[in-house]
């Protein structure tokens, strides 16, 4: 199965690893870390929306978390994401 | 004239300094993505530099990003991404000759002019990281408009001279001077390399007093905790302080009068010197920056 | 229910706590009625020159402990205590139940409780929990509330009688036969005994237990033989390592060493930075590296302090030998240099949680403070404090000295970062209020300094500069939920597991359970 990552597992990051996943099957996402609680919703829906927003529809997401916030999240997304579009590994 | 006292490198893969490296209140951002970006990551790494120019308040710094080098892939997709975001410049490593700048120059304009931004706003600052670049100071300085800021290289250029670290950088006095004369003769910022031992507190306030004596405005920093000993290094003293706020005064009243010439303690004093005056109230934070 | 004067419902009656609780009215509202409470009388007469008995069973025994009554301990052993865990077994081996445990603080060594809890030998605790009897409490593990009080809170419940302690175990670092102990030397030594003295003196019965059984009499004595009943001797009463520190060194943290700086400029800043200056730091990096900010600035403008209080550290010490003290008062001793310098220097001065913190006598050294700085878990936009629960509302940190030190000090700062990781610290309403905004002035962050508006002679002394940035409380609010983004609230339900006690005795808020993890 073809995967990507981006980000570290450093405070106020998340790392992101993005799978392949068959046609139709949608989006699928898991996530784990400290303090992840009250921000399992948030993540959640930027984690959505970014793939969204690249148009992507099948896809297995799983996010170590450590703290980061949107901002950081989305390029995390975005940056997994892209790899494994583009990426040969 | 804009303080450039420090400029901090934020490692373009860590959110965390990238977002709160401005708090240390130093004159300048520089987010990496150059040498603190290993080469996995130079694709995440240009991503999120971007989404935090996009969405972080830099509290007044001046913002730059340390592109990588025209001699790889990525220099062009590192600029694409990163002048639509508003940011005052770029830094580029190993520029060697003006043809160097001529090339980025060229590739900016084209950048500004797709995303509307007024043509020349986006300033250079260059990295001599070689023999010839630091030979070529001058020219290069003198290239494009653009250029505001030139500054030595630290390993790279000491591995180009065929030499290495010494106790007391020895072997950087030439190239130091070099650049701080290029500089000042192109009329831009001679910005001094970084000091790379970061818990040697005091090593770094003997080396930031050396190169103010000679002429540098400033240095490049690694580390927050080194922002407070060079600002403090490059923060006037009282007397200079007190020269200063006489020759500003004597100015204001001169042309309060319409004089030309403005006379302090009997002595004739020439326009650089009122400048320059006001440079140093500005450095002890007397005086809002101007221009 | 009623509304307290933080805004906090709180029930009249407390099962397990109180049927008639007291709401916190404001920092100075409640006065003490009537008089102290009294241990019974005792006599010894000549015939007795030798208190000490085999071991801690046979001390539990003479004690006359019993199930259900109260037994008290202190922390000056911090992580590398055995007393509380050893006391806790024989009990359980001896068949004593329902017991209502009093330390000063638990730590993480005695998470070694938890099997006594399960099995009902403790029924309730009164004083800091931490870890996982934290987690336990938090998740309804206790059918009694843990009852949370401040350093001088303490000793105020024991002194009125609000708290009466049938035996007080004494972890004694050095002793003699006849019950004279020290702290200051032995194989565990750990300095002061400063939290100890009110339960020496007001507890029915006194044990306590040592590993360095010395002639007769023990040098450096700070809690004297006519307050000790026994005197038991085992292998170890602790482990060196968790009890001090090494040398206490400033941390090179910059985001710390910043909102030290913006810290240490206030203080500069402030009217009470003059000849005199008496301050108090905790032994935490920001807390610690705003101690040595304010000391290069004494140095540099030639001022020197009158006392440094509190827990007390290398660096205290540094500065008392240097002159930029006259005087330390120390309730617990932090580091090795600590626990050397008092019974070498008559100017480092034990002193007892009643002298340190209590609000019900005749004057405590808290009063005397100029300057404190403090942490927080959380501050709200009414600079009211929460120490005691974290982001997912478990209660796992006591209050310390937190309500004293600042309704005492002239000036007490609230250093914090605006957010740990995502997690915003300076918020709307605190989840849990452990001291009320009344008595603090000041929070600083790394995005700048925010004073208390009911200060206006601050903000008029103080001006502002890039070395003290100053912004308004709701600003510091606006900009952690900017950078947090949106947080799901805390799940919890209505049963109380947690009553926090002002220093006088009142219910500034209670804790409730949380939901499972």
């Known amino acids: ?89 | 004239m804009a303080l450039r006292r420090t400029m901090l490198y934020l490692p373009g893969n860590n959110p965390n300094m990238l977002i709160r490296g401005h708090l240390f209140k130093p004159d300048g951002v520089i987010l990496d993505l150059e040498d603190s970006v290993a080469l996995s990551e130079k694709d995440a790494a240009r991503i999120l530099v971007r989404e935090v120019l996009k969405n972080i308040d830099f509290g007044g710094c001046e913002v730059t990003v340390r592109i990588n080098g025209l001699d790889t892939p990525f220099w062009k997709k590192d600029l694409e991404e990163v002048i639509p975001c508003g940011i005052d410049g770029i830094r580029v490593p190993k520029v060697e000759t003006p043809k160097d700048i001529e090339l980025l120059d060229e590739a900016i304009s084209e950048i500004e002019s797709k995303n509307n931004i007024p043509e020349g706003k986006i300033q250079i600052t260059c990295l001599l990281e070689t023999a010839l670049g630091i030979w070529n100071a001058y020219h290069i300085a003198t290239a494009s408009k653009r250029v505001t800021a030139i500054c030595p290289g630290g390993e790279d250029l000491r591995a180009d001279l065929k030499t290495s670290r010494s106790e007391t950088s020895e072997e950087l006095v030439g190239p130091r001077r070099m650049v701080v004369l290029a500089a000042h003769a192109a009329k831009v910022d001679p910005l001094d390399t970084v000091f790379s031992d970061i818990t040697d507190d005091e090593g770094l306030r003997r080396e930031t007093e050396w190169i103010k004596q000679i002429g540098f405005q400033g240095k490049s920093v690694i580390h927050p905790n080194q922002i407070p000993i060079i600002h403090d290094v490059f923060t006037p003293t009282e007397k200079e302080i007190a020269q200063a706020k006489k020759i500003v005064q004597a100015a204001k009243e001169a042309a309060e009068k319409g004089l030309g010439a403005v006379s302090v303690d009997g002595k004739m004093v020439d326009k650089p010197v009122v400048k320059r005056a006001e440079y140093t109230l500005q450095k002890a934070g007397l005086l809002e920056g101007g221009e | 229910m009623a509304v307290n004067a933080v805004g906090r419902d709180i029930p009249s009656s407390i099962p397990g706590y109180k049927d008639d609780v007291v709401l916190f009215r404001g920092a100075t509202k409640r006065l003490p009625k009537g008089n102290r409470y009294g241990k019974k009388n005792r006599t010894t007469f000549f015939t007795k020159t030798d208190k000490t008995l085999p071991n801690i069973k046979a001390a539990i025994r003479e004690s006359g402990l019993q199930s259900g009554m109260t037994i008290s301990f202190h922390h000056h052993l911090r992580n590398g205590d055995y007393v509380v865990n050893m006391v806790l077994d024989a009990c359980a081996e001896m068949g004593i139940k329902d017991l209502v445990i009093f330390p000063t603080a638990l730590f993480g060594i005695h998470k070694h409780l938890t099997k006594h809890i399960q099995k009902g030998v403790i029924r309730q605790i009164q004083g800091s929990v931490n870890g996982p009897i934290g987690q336990l409490v938090s998740e309804g593990g206790m059918e009694l509330p843990v009852v949370l009080r401040s350093h001088g809170g303490r000793p105020r419940a024991v002194i009125s009688g609000d708290v009466k302690i049938d035996v007080a175990f004494i972890a004694a670092p050095t002793a003699d036969k006849y019950g004279n102990l020290t702290g200051a030397c032995g194989q565990s030594a750990c300095g002061s005994l400063g939290y100890t003295h009110t339960d020496a003196d007001y507890a029915e019965c006194v044990v306590a237990i040592t590993d360095n059984l010395v002639e007769y009499p023990a040098p450096y004595i700070q809690i004297p033989q006519t307050q000790v009943d026994y005197v038991v001797q085992v292998d170890k009463i602790g482990d060196p390592a968790g009890i001090v520190s090494g040398t206490t060194r400033v941390t090179r943290d910059p985001m710390r060493l910043l909102i030290a700086r913006y810290a240490a400029k206030l203080i500069e800043s402030s009217p009470y930075f003059k000849e005199g200056i008496s301050f108090q730091t905790g032994a935490g990096g920001i807390s610690l590296a705003t101690a040595a900010y304010v000391r290069d600035a004494m140095r540099k403008r030639g001022i020197k302090g009158s006392f440094g209080l509190g827990g007390i550290t290398s660096f205290f010490v540094d500065m008392l030998e240097e002159g930029l003290f006259k005087q330390i008062m120390d309730v617990q001793s932090f580091d090795l240099a600590a626990v050397e310098s008092i019974s070498r220097n008559a100017a480092h001065v034990e002193i007892s949680a009643d002298w340190y913190a209590n609000p019900w006598n005749a004057g405590c050294m808290v009063n005397m403070l100029d300057t404190v700085v403090l942490g927080a878990t959380e501050v709200d936009r009414n600079f009211n404090v929460n120490v005691n629960t974290e982001s997912d509302g478990a209660l796992l940190h006591g209050i310390g000295g937190h309500q004293d030190t600042a309704s005492g000090a002239k000036l007490t700062i609230i250093t914090t970062p605006l957010l740990r990781g995502r997690l915003p610290s300076v918020v709307d309403s605190v989840y849990t209020v452990t001291t009320p905004g009344e008595v603090v002035d000041a929070v600083v962050t790394e995005f700048g300094v925010a004073i208390n508006p009911k200060r206006q002679d601050l903000l008029d002394a103080i001006k502002p500069s890039k070395d003290l940035p100053l912004v308004t409380i709701d600003e510091l609010a606006e900009k952690a939920k900017k950078i947090a983004g949106e947080m799901a609230p805390i799940e919890y339900t209505d049963r109380i597991i947690g009553v926090i006690e002002y220093r006088d005795g009142s219910v500034i808020d209670v804790v409730r359970q949380i939901k499972k993890k």
């Not at chain 1, 829906?45 to 529809?57: N, P, R, S, V, W």
């Open chain 1, 1 to 89: 199965m073809k995967t990507a990552q981006a980000g570290t597992l450093e405070s106020m990051d998340c790392l992101v690893t993005a799978s392949e996943a068959e046609k139709g099957k949608g989006i699928f996402i898991t996530m784990e870390g400290s303090n992840i609680a009250r921000f399992r919703d948030s993540i959640l829906k930027t984690a959505k929306t970014t793939l969204q927003e690249m148009g992507i529809k099948d896809v297995i997401l799983s996010i170590q978390y450590n703290g980061a916030n949107d901002i950081v999240l989305k390029a995390r997304v975005e940056a997994a994401a892209k790899a494994l579009i583009g990426g040969d590994n």
